[in-house]
């Protein structure tokens, strides 16, 4: 499995703008998809976006002030988040999803912290 490390979480007002960049082991032209979720305390982790070669989608919560983006000669995704509410305050986790039309999730990162005050 592919070992996945995110970073570019913190600190941001509320409209603020913060992106995140998840780095792989090895490569990840041949991943199915690639993917961004989020876990705030006491919550479920949902999901928020999945790109493949072709395209990309979201979820509605994200929709128009998150988009997602990927470097497959760095091996590395974005996620570039702006707008920010403070309840988009979460620890966010970049996942690799290898099958087609799956949401089963290959690999993990660590989480990176994001905190938004109003």
């Known amino acids: 499995q592919v070992h996945l490390v995110e970073s570019g979480g913190g600190y941001v007002q509320a409209g603020g703008s913060l992106r995140l960049s998840c780095t792989a082991s090895?490569?990840?032209?041949?991943?199915?998809?690639m993917a961004w979720y989020r876990q705030a305390p006491g919550n479920e982790r949902d999901f928020l976006a999945f790109?493949?070669?072709?395209?990309?989608n979201y979820a509605n919560s994200v929709k128009g002030r998150f988009t997602i983006s990927r470097d497959n000669a760095k091996n590395t995704v974005y996620l570039q988040m702006n707008s920010l509410k403070p309840e988009d305050s979460a620890v966010y986790y970049c996942?690799?999803?290898?099958?087609?039309?799956?949401?089963?999730?290959?690999?993990w990162g660590q989480g990176t912290q994001v905190i938004v005050s109003s």
């Open positions: 790109i493949t070669n072709i395209g990309a």
């Open positions: 996942a690799t999803r290898p099958l087609p039309n799956s949401e089963y999730v290959g690999s």
């Open positions: 090895g490569s990840i032209s041949d991943i199915n998809a």
